[in-house]
Each structure stands twice: as structure tokens, then as C-alpha cells.
């Protein structure tokens, strides 16, 4: 890493400092932590730059609910995080229907621990830094230097007041959700998903809270729908005292008042008689399909920067994780053949994203965008009409499977939205559809436009069958 006091670069004051690096990460969550400690792991210099101080740094809103560690990217082993896993007992969730007086027990697939979140963010950094990382906290990225042929080049940023330019081959922007970064660049001539709007993220917020009494539920991840249909309630168990306890609406709806809506649902909770809240925080997440592109000449996206997160449960770790290793080995490649500044060169990361967990994720946001049209007593009948595995299977997996004996059954029982039942059909069908498109996602830079074209007819037919505003 070099630093020097630049004169006059970029126009900036005579004291900014610049530090050149091979490649710069934005920002100290999963994202950015895996792809800084894969490029260190093969001996390239790399800065995290962080708005965060060392103590608040890992620190993020969540519900603590982590899904397949066990098989997590090597840069930061499963065994680095696990002094954050406070309860790997979970093996279900159950769904509180209070509308239709149910509560449904659904199995959930694969390894899954509640966490610490905060210890875990430790961790990651700990993880990252024995790679070589190194961390510069206390620092606000601000704007993105690009050169004349458009390639981003570095970021510009204020540390503890003073002002810093980073440049670097390759900057990775591991930013999170509604990324500043993105704002400040021009992506017009890149391939890079500019189409992103406020209406297709989450607004959520969670308290933790401590109760004297162990819940009776510390083996379930509890899920209950808000009073309208785009949100959810969760008490997720850290421990059988500790609940991360929290929701988030659509920012297409309405606002909901989080902090009183919450405060409601747990002041009618037995449970919670006389517990105590040990932190809050409120964030924003992706809710929609991944982007099309993350990439743009000498720029990457990670994580929640580039909406890869499952748009059904708003998990996001694992594909942070995943994500920032993908991007940090296509940078190495990048750099190893002299053109981080060729999209074509960078394109195998979309690719891998989409095979291994975007295409579940776009098909899974049409559910979403099919629960946006209906009524939510309506959804929620249909929803207590659904066996448990098919549910598991619909939320985690991307598409589910409905027999004959299945649609009679749900019919039987729910007489009265068959109007809705058969939408549904018509939906899974067309996410089906989606869902193969996104398997042949254009292994070259060259397939992209026609890829996007037919995708967006498939899109044109969901909102049609589902009479939803479209979302992109
Ligand atoms: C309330 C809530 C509950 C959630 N629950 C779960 C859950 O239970 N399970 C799950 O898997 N996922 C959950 N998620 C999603 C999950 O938290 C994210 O998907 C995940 O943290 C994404 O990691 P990331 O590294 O991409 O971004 P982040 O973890 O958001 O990290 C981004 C980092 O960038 C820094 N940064 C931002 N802007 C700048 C800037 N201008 N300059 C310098 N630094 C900057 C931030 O300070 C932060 O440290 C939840 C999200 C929310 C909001």
C-alpha cells in the first residue's frame, strides 16, 4: 500500500492524502470482508474503507438469522464465526396466522444458526485481517473518481475530517443497501443495473430484547404477518432469553410506524412481560431480483450494493459472503490479465451469481410481487392452506411443486379464494418460466441486451397475471 500527499489530484485540496492500493473495498460487512480477505489471500494490496469507528464497525441491523454457514467461503472459515453462533438449535419456522387462527410449523432446510450479530461482524473483520486487511475506519466515501473513458478509478473520501483519495485497479463497492457509491458514478455507457428505485427495498427495524423467562419457542424462527400483506413480524431466538425482535414494510406501501407497530405486537405478548431492550437499530434491504449486471469498467458490486438477497426472508448474508469472493477472484483475474477496465473480463461474476444463487432469488421476487395485488386475509388463507414442506420449498427454494391431491386439498380448504388460488397457479407457472431464463443467464458480455429483452417480456406476462404494478 502507498501513501502520499497529493498535490493537486483531482483538483483537491493540497493536504488530501491518496493511498494506492490494487483494490478497493467499501465498506466492512460480509460483503466486503470476504472479498478483502480473498484478494489479500492472494498477495494483492487491499484497503477496507469504512464510515464506521473500530468499535461500531460490524455492528448492523438484522435478525440475526444465519443460513448456511456450514459451507460458507474458506477466505473466513466457519470455525472464525462460530464464537458469534449463539443458537444452532433452530430447525423450523413457525408461521403465526392470527387471521385465520393457525400456526404453522415449516422445516427449515439446511444448517442455520441465530447469531450475535454484532460479535459475528467482529469476527468477520478478525477473519478478514489475519488475510492482511487493512481497515481504515472513520471513513465516509463520498463520491467515485472515474477517467476519461469512464472507468472508475478510486474513491474519494473524508477520514475524521480530513480528506483521502483511494485509488486502486479495481473498486469493489460492499456499501449495502441504496449504496452512495452508485449514486456518484456514471454507469450510462456499463452494462451496471441503474434501474433501482426506492420501491423495491424494505424498510426494517429490530430491537433486542432480554426476558426473564425462557421461551417456550427457542427452537423456531417465528414469522407473523404485519396487518398488511408486504411486511412481516420476527422473533428470532439468539438464546431462550435474548429475541432479536423486529419488522420491515415494502417501500412501496405505505409507511408503517415500526417502532409503535412493534411495540404493539410485543405489549400483547405474554412472553414479553417485563422484558428489557439492549439495542436497536433500523436499516434498509433489497427486496427485488438481483441486478442484471454488477459490473462496470474497474467496478464491482457485493451483497445488499447489488441486491442479493433473498427478496422472500431478506436473508442476505450468505449471498454477501459468496458474493464478495466471486467478485474478489474475478479482480484477481482482472488484474493478473491487465484489464480490470473490460467488463467482458469481469463478466464470469454475474454468471456465477446467477448459478449459484440469483436465478432462486429473481424467481422468488415474483411471489413478492404477486403479494403486492391480493388482499391480505386472502394471502393468508392460502397460506394456512399450504402444507409446510411446500411452503419451505416455495420460500427457500425458488419454485415448489403442486400436485393434483395438493390443489384439491388447498381448494377444500379454502373456499372462497379460489379466485386467488388459481392466480397463484398462474404465478408459480410464470416464475417457472423466469426461472429458466435465468439458468441460461449470457455467459459472455455480448448475450446480455437480447437476455434482458426476452426477460423483460417474461416480467410483462407475471404482471399481467398478477394485476401488480410492475416493480422494474
Ligand atoms: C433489519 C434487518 C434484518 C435482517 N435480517 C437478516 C437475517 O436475519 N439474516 C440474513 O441473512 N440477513 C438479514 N438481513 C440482511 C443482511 O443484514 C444483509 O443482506 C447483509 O448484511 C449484507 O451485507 P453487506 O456486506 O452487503 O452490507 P452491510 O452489512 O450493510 O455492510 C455495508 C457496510 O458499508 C458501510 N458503508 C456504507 N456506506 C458507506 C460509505 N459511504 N463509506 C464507507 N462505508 C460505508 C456500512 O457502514 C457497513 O459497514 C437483514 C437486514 C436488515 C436491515
Not at 397457479?425 to 431464463?437: F, P, S, V
Request: with cysteine; aromatic share 8%; net charge negative.
Amino acid at each position: 500500500m502507498t501513501t502520499h500527499q497529493d498535490g493537486n489530484a483531482g483538483g483537491e485540496s493540497a493536504t488530501a492524502r491518496t493511498v494506492s492500493v490494487d483494490v478497493v473495498v467499501v465498506g466492512a460487512g460480509t460483503s466486503g470482508c470476504y472479498a478483502a480477505a480473498t484478494i489479500a489471500d492472494a498477495g494483492y494490496d487491499v484497503v477496507v474503507v469504512e464510515r464506521k469507528d473500530e468499535t461500531e464497525a460490524g455492528h448492523i441491523a438484522c435478525g440475526d438469522a444465519l443460513k448456511g454457514a456450514s459451507d460458507f467461503p474458506d477466505a473466513i472459515p466457519k470455525s472464525q464465526l462460530e464464537p458469534a453462533f449463539t443458537n444452532t438449535d433452530v430447525d423450523h419456522g413457525r408461521f403465526e396466522i392470527p387471521q385465520e387462527d393457525t400456526v404453522l410449523e415449516i422445516p427449515v432446510p439446511g444448517e442455520l444458526a441465530v447469531i450475535d450479530r454484532w460479535e459475528y461482524g467482529r469476527c468477520l473483520i478478525e477473519g478478514a485481517s489475519d488475510s492482511g486487511v487493512e481497515f481504515h475506519y472513520d471513513t465516509v466515501v463520498q463520491d467515485v473518481r472515474q477517467d476519461d473513458s469512464g472507468r472508475v478509478t478510486g474513491v474519494k473520501a473524508m477520514r475524521k475530517g480530513d480528506p483521502v483519495t483511494y485509488e486502486g485497479d479495481m473498486v469493489i463497492d460492499g456499501a449495502g443497501a441504496l449504496s452512495i457509491l452508485q449514486d456518484k458514478t456514471d454507469l450510462e455507457d456499463a452494462t451496471f443495473d441503474t434501474n433501482v428505485q426506492y420501491s423495491q427495498f424494505c424498510s426494517a427495524y429490530r430491537e433486542i430484547i432480554e426476558v426473564d423467562e425462557p421461551v417456550e419457542w427457542d427452537d423456531a424462527l417465528v414469522f407473523k404477518p404485519t396487518e398488511r400483506s408486504a411486511g412481516y413480524l420476527w422473533y428470532f431466538p439468539r438464546t431462550d432469553t435474548e429475541i432479536n425482535a423486529g419488522l420491515g414494510f415494502q417501500m412501496n406501501e405505505e409507511p408503517m410506524e415500526l417502532v409503535d407497530d412493534l411495540k404493539r405486537d410485543l405489549q400483547g405478548r405474554s412472553e414479553f412481560e417485563g422484558a428489557e431492550v439492549q439495542d436497536k437499530l433500523g436499516a434498509a434491504l433489497p427486496t427485488r431480483r438481483p441486478y442484471d449486471s454488477a459490473v462496470a469498467p474497474g467496478f464491482m458490486a457485493v451483497g445488499d450494493a447489488a441486491g442479493h438477497v433473498n427478496p422472500t426472508t431478506g436473508g442476505g448474508i450468505a449471498g454477501a459472503a459468496y458474493a464478495g469472493t466471486y467478485a474478489a477472484e474475478q479482480a484477481i483475474e482482472a488484474i493478473e490479465s491487465g484489464r480490470t477496465d473490460d467488463e467482458a473480463a469481469l463478466w464470469e461474476y454475474n454468471e456465477r451469481v446467477m448459478d449459484h444463487f440469483g436465478a432462486r432469488y429473481a424467481a422468488l421476487d415474483v411471489y413478492n410481487i404477486f403479494t403486492t395485488a391480493y388482499d391480505v386475509d386472502d394471502l393468508m388463507a392460502l397460506l394456512a392452506a399450504l402444507p409446510g414442506e411446500k411452503l419451505a420449498e416455495a420460500l427457500y427454494g425458488g419454485s415448489t411443486s403442486i400436485g393434483l391431491g395438493l390443489k384439491l386439498k388447498m381448494a377444500v380448504k379454502s373456499i372462497g379464494h379460489l379466485g386467488t388460488i388459481r392466480d397463484l397457479y398462474q404465478t408459480k407457472k410464470a416464475a417457472d418460466r423466469l426461472l429458466d431464463h435465468y439458468e441460461s443467464y449470457p455467459s459472455e458480455r455480448s448475450g446480455f441486451e437480447s437476455w434482458q429483452r426476452e426477460r423483460d417480456s417474461i416480467m410483462d406476462d407475471i404482471y399481467e397475471v398478477t394485476g401488480a404494478e410492475p416493480k422494474y
